[in-house]
């Protein structure tokens, strides 16, 4: 069992909110923090934990869940979280903030220290497929988060996690192959790729890749039972790319329409 449905609408909802803030009055507001390898995502709920506000950028601040560039990430998040309090004519007080799977001991400080010196009390700091199945509500499979430099995976059974691993294929290895294969410079590569007239062409390019990462997947899942993989992530944006997925592993795969929010809007959630 899943809410696929429920969590399209939401980040349906929390797409509309970046474009134009809502500004009713709510006594409290949550702040999701997702600091990611491509991209630094700041979500807002109002005290009903629906979505009022929210803003992203793409940044070179944090690697695989490891803070590289701590000024940057503070006066970033610090940015964003200013941005947004002038848009709801309000100061955002609480905010929860997510690691990938694995990093906690090793850079979980980091984290903590960037959401709390960019001027947020940290009410929750937890890992990132749990942040997610808080709106996938996926009961029993795996969620899988193919992001910028990792893919995460986290088993569910009865509605908790009860695995996760993080390995070391993602986006980026997407942009390196087609860097290599159209001779593009890397950012031009990311641009091509994130550009999604060109996803029918790039699939049979990125199928070796994603095979890796379908690879990944089995291997993380042998000895459970999963008989569901559900994307999110930035790089799941990658159209059919659940087709090839599912076509490797053999395992029904889902995605929600759009995947890039998932995470950020369960860190919101747990705040
Ligand atoms: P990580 O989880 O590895 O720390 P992250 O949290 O920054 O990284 P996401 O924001 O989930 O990762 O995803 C970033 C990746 O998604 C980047 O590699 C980016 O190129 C890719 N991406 C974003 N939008 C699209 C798109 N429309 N099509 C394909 N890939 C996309």
Do not use: W
Not at 110 to 117: D, G, R, Y
């Amino acid at each position: 069992r899943h809410s696929m449905k429920a969590c399209n609408q939401f980040v349906a909802d929390f797409e509309k909110v970046i474009k134009k803030p809502l500004k009713h009055f709510s006594k409290t507001y949550y702040t999701g923090v997702d600091l990611g390898t491509a991209c630094v995502v700041l979500a807002v709920l109002d005290e009903d934990y629906k979505p009022v506000a929210g803003a992203y950028r793409y940044a070179d601040v944090v690697r695989d869940g490891m803070v590289v560039d701590y000024i940057g990430a503070v006066e970033l998040v610090r940015e964003l979280k200013e941005e947004l309090e002038q848009e709801l004519n309000t100061e955002l007080i609480y905010a929860a903030a997510s690691l990938p799977p694995g990093t906690d001991e090793l850079d979980g400080g980091a984290i903590k220290n960037v959401v709390q010196s960019a001027g947020f009390e940290l009410t929750n700091l937890l890992d990132e497929p749990t942040a997610a199945n808080r709106l996938l509500q996926v009961t029993d499979g795996a969620v899988v988060d193919i992001g910028g430099g990792t893919t995460g995976i986290s088993i569910v059974e009865n509605s908790q996690v009860i695995k996760v691993a993080d390995e070391a294929t993602g986006g980026t290895h997407l942009s390196l192959v087609i860097s290599g294969a159209y001779k593009l410079t890397f950012e031009a590569a990311e641009k091509y790729k994130q550009n999604k007239q060109n996803h029918d062409e790039l699939l049979h390019v990125l199928k070796p890749v994603i095979e890796k990462i379908s690879s990944i997947v089995i291997q993380q899942t042998k000895g459970y039972n999963v008989d569901g993989i559900y994307l999110v992530g930035g790089t799941a944006c990658l159209k059919n790319i659940e087709t090839i997925i599912e076509k490797t592993t053999g395992i029904p795969t889902y995605k929600p329409t759009n995947p890039m929010f998932v995470t950020p809007l369960g860190i919101a959630l747990s705040c």
